[in-house]
């Protein structure tokens, strides 16, 4: 009954913005965090965001600096905002949704960023 859905991928150049939506729709009982993962092929999954219930934000440190999480709980919303992107930040970016009661997680199906030069 759960589901993610992000938005905003696609193509940029180097130096360029982009800001990623997650909306999420169903009941999420409890409090949460949510961030964004992201993975290029035959590379891990990374953390790269994250916010808590009470706002508090952590970033990868590769994109300190650049990327902005947050979140909007009236319209169940977790935005990424992505600025001065690089070509390493080419990857398909994941929203999560993480219930700190009972540990489930739930995962939207991605969008794709590509970050040409």
């Known amino acids: 009954q759960v589901q993610l859905v992000e938005s905003g991928g696609g193509l940029v150049q180097a130096g360029g913005s982009l800001r990623l939506s997650c909306v999420v729709s169903?009941?999420?009982?409890?409090?949460?965090?949510m961030g964004w993962y992201r993975q290029a092929p035959g590379k891990q999954r990374e953390l790269v965001a994250s916010i808590t219930s009470g706002g508090t934000t952590n970033y990868v440190d590769s994109v300190k600096g650049r990327f902005t999480i947050s979140r909007d709980t009236a319209v169940n919303t977790v935005y990424l905002q992505m600025n001065s992107l690089k070509p390493e930040d080419t990857s398909t970016y994941y929203c999560?949704?993480?219930?700190?009661?009972?540990?489930?997680?739930?995962w939207g199906k991605g969008t794709l960023v590509t970050v040409s030069s």
């Open positions: 999560n949704v993480n219930v700190y009661y009972n540990g489930m997680d739930y």
């Open positions: 169903g009941r999420i009982v409890g409090a949460n965090a």
